[in-house]
């Protein structure tokens, strides 16, 4: 495909979108909430084939595949994107000319995807589309699946509102086709800050960019969750927040922390997050990585024996392969993070010393999992917010974000849209 | 420490010889002696071996020597000799916000023997006996960074096989272009042989520089050029290929005279392409005879012919351990290696992402 044909893909789109505009915004909305329940339906031919496409395209296991839509669309609901309309925009008429406070969508987005986890590609698409604003997606190499079948699950449940998203794939290098790309009026890039920058660097004025670069997530237990029936229950629902997209979304936490006096707390956690880990792999198998990936991971454990061996109270847990790996350390700095189910056991004093451990991750920060403060957690969920979380929850959950979910600690539709206040009357 | 000086003198004696052979048994004696000392004289180093298993007594064969992780060197000093006898101290390049790994030496001996017949074969390979090469060098001077084992090495290269007029044009982390470019110039029209060395980053700012001014030079035919690091940390990156284009059309050298240099400063050795010694023949690392290297899956730490994490064994690693895992991928390619890189621009893997990756880019 050449630069020129993506154009008029792109001129085709704008087209498309002003058809669309005729309608009124209630419709696209209603619309794009029965994809939503469609996809959130275990059973609808859309998750049938993400099912059945996904683990071949990624390398992800079909199990993990399987529970880990499940946990992510099951969360979603069309009621919920009602609710959102209602809470970003104050309904979808102000969508519509009449409105006394207009939204106003760009006539094009263009969506840059590169992760590898079909929950955000499905938003990412839809959220313009709802604002009818049409798509042009570049799909990541990483997930040659999800945007094709989110362009089919749209396209067959309207045809019209089909016809205002498009899928395009080319390398990274045809720096033609990515400028031809970046001439929709709004570009919603995904990836790495690098990526991100380097894509923004190239968007030429007066048209938008949003950022969606790095984030990670985190744990934190406290002293009632760091033995017996709670750790278990907490060292379960962390296990799965690992091993779901294999550690590869921004909501699996890569660091445990233990904010418990007790100096055996830190050693229970790290052995009850490796039997998780195990029994989770047995359940859900990680999938196939790259040598990369590979020999990252048995750098980080080789790293982590040596400080062993240098007598630091250091102590790999980990399988036979490098399926999963937890490393009980006795810093709460920050340190590597090699991902592929691969978390560290990292000790803080209490829930300041947690803070201070989390300073440096910042802006950073997505989701917080957090259990066993007691009457301290309500302080705690606001120190996190105020550190920079836009999510926290129990542990198991971090893989069940709501479709409402701030992801930026911004709106998830506002940002897409400027608003037009309208002074009445008017002649 | 007489076992060692022993394996340090056998060692001088090899980087000596005229002709290279591996010498699978002359290796395998000194690299499982310099284990068995290693061993006795590093605590850290002794423990972690046990706690796989390996002691000198149990070991058949240098392949089973135990590999330190490389990362290891920023978080404890590998040395197996008394500390208060450290002489030099190299350390890894870092941001404000990052460890930096360091190699405590006791003695430069080894050190500079490898590195000088190293760099005399596969950078000078043509260079006759008692002549001398015209060194411009794109890299801090070991005055203005003692610590850089890159710098202590061009400034070894330099006493030893450098024309007087040999001149290092990174200063204060600025390429000295005017300077540089007026001895490009002279150095075109001189008669000593021309090697054109440096960081390959700096090679980026120096094509930079010479695409604004709008200059190029036809260097010599013999001209060769060394280049070596990658763009860890930099905002810009540009492919091997790319960089290589752009010094045949600037610098007038081929690309098929432009060594790559493997090297870290964990290790006394290095590694170069084998361009000029063996030009009819493709591309590929060559080792010296007094190293190894190993290909091995990192998933079972056997050998492999894929990809596979690269492991290095080094007899000039008298004072600190010989056996290195690095964090690099590589694969064998016949009688040397290839090491494999992520490419430029490549997409991250996810979301998350590594801690040090962002915690390197963020404000200090």
């Not at chain 2, 390429?175 to 001895?183: E, G, I, V, Y």
Request: hydrophobic fraction near 40%; include cysteine.
């Amino acid at each position: 495909m050449s630069a020129d044909t993506l154009r008029g893909r792109l001129a085709a789109l704008r087209e498309a979108g002003a058809v669309l505009r005729r309608r009124p915004a209630v419709e696209t909305i209603a619309v794009l909430a029965r994809v939503i329940d469609s996809w959130s339906n275990p059973d609808s031919p859309w998750r049938r084939a993400l099912n059945a496409q996904f683990p071949v395209a990624t390398g992800f296991s079909e199990a993990a595949v399987r529970e880990g839509a499940q946990v992510g669309f099951g969360a979603w609901s069309g009621a919920a994107l009602h609710q959102l309309v209602k809470r970003e925009l104050g309904g979808a008429e102000r969508l519509d000319s009449a409105a006394s406070r207009m939204a106003v969508p760009p006539e094009t987005t263009a969506v840059v995807l590169a992760g590898q986890v079909p929950m955000p590609t499905l938003l990412s698409i839809l959220l313009p589309l709802a604002l009818r604003s049409p798509v042009l997606a570049r799909q990541g190499s990483r997930d040659p699946v999800t945007a094709a079948l989110v362009a089919r699950s749209v396209s067959e449940t309207d045809p019209e509102i089909g016809a205002c998203l498009d899928v395009v794939s080319f390398p990274s290098s045809d720096t033609a086709q990515l400028d031809a790309l970046l001439e929709a009026d709004c570009v919603v890039a995904t990836g790495s800050d690098e990526t991100t920058a380097t894509l923004a660097a190239r968007v030429r004025p007066p048209r938008r960019v949003l950022r969606h670069g790095h984030r990670l997530s985190v744990a934190a237990l406290g002293p009632e969750a760091t033995g017996g029936g709670e750790l278990e229950r907490a060292a379960a629902g962390l296990a799965l927040d690992i091993s779901l997209w294999d550690q590869l979304g921004c909501l699996s936490p890569i660091a445990v922390y233990v904010a418990d006096p007790d100096d055996e707390a830190v050693d229970r956690v790290a052995r009850a997050l490796a039997e998780a880990l195990a029994s989770s792999e047995a359940r859900l198998p990680r999938g196939c990585i790259d040598p990369v990936a590979s020999a990252a991971i048995a750098h980080e454990r080789a790293e982590a024996e040596m400080r062993a061996a240098a007598g630091r109270d250091v102590t790999v847990h980990a399988s036979t392969g490098s399926a999963w790996t937890v490393v009980r350390e006795d810093v709460s700095t920050p340190l590597p993070a090699p991902l592929h189910r691969f978390v560290r056991v990292q000790p803080v004093a209490d829930e300041h010393a947690l803070l201070e451990a989390l300073r440096p991750l910042g802006s950073h920060l997505a989701g917080v999992a957090i259990q066993g403060f007691g009457t301290g957690t309500p302080g705690l969920i606001r120190a996190l917010a105020e550190a920079g979380a836009s999510r926290v929850c129990a542990p198991g959950k971090l893989q069940a974000p709501p479709l409402s979910w701030r992801r930026e600690g911004r709106g998830v539709l506002t940002p897409l849209v400027r608003f037009a206040d309208l002074e009445t009357p008017l002649r | 420490m007489n076992a060692r000086r022993e394996i340090e003198r056998e060692l001088l004696a090899w980087t000596r010889e005229p002709g290279w052979h591996a010498d699978e048994d002359r290796f395998q004696r000194l690299a499982l002696a310099l284990f068995a000392h290693q061993f006795e004289h590093c605590e850290p180093y002794r423990r972690f071996c046990q706690g796989r298993g390996y002691t000198p007594d149990r070991l058949d064969s240098w392949r089973e020597i135990p590999a330190v992780p490389t990362g290891a060197f920023k978080q404890m000093e590998l040395v197996s000799f008394p500390r208060e006898r450290t002489r030099h101290t190299f350390r890894t390049s870092g941001t404000s916000t990052s460890q930096r790994g360091a190699l405590h030496l006791d003695t430069l001996l080894p050190y500079e023997a490898s590195l000088l017949a190293s760099f005399r074969r596969f950078v000078l390979p043509d260079l006759v006996k008692g002549d001398r090469a015209r060194l411009l060098v794109l890299a801090p001077s070991a005055s203005e960074l003692p610590d850089s084992s890159l710098s202590h090495m061009f400034a070894v290269v330099i006493r030893e096989l450098g024309t007087p007029e040999s001149s290092f044009y990174l200063e204060r982390e600025r390429l000295d272009a005017d300077r540089l470019l007026a001895d490009l110039e002279a150095a075109a029209a001189g008669a000593a042989p021309v090697a054109v060395c440096g960081t390959a980053f700096a090679f980026v700012h120096l094509m930079d520089e010479m695409s604004r001014r709008g200059v190029s030079f036809a260097l010599p035919e013999s001209a060769r050029a060394m280049e070596t690091g990658g763009f860890k940390g930099r905002s810009r990156r540009v492919t091997n290929s790319e960089l290589y284009d752009q010094i045949e059309a600037r610098l007038g050298i081929p690309a098929a005279r432009v060594v790559n240099q493997y090297g870290m400063t964990e290790l006394g050795s290095q590694f170069y392409d084998s361009v000029l010694r063996h030009p009819d023949e493709p591309r590929r690392k060559l080792a010296p005879p007094w190293t190894r290297v190993r290909i091995v899956d990192p998933e079972t730490g056997k050998t492999t012919s894929g990809d596979g994490s690269i492991r290095l064994f080094d007899l000039a690693n008298t004072g600190s351990v010989l056996a290195l895992h690095t964090a690099d991928l590589g694969r064998v390619a016949s009688d040397g290696f290839h090491v494999i890189g992520r490419e430029p621009g490549a997409e991250a893997r996810g979301c998350s992402i590594a801690v040090d990756e962002f915690l390197a880019g963020s404000p200090a």
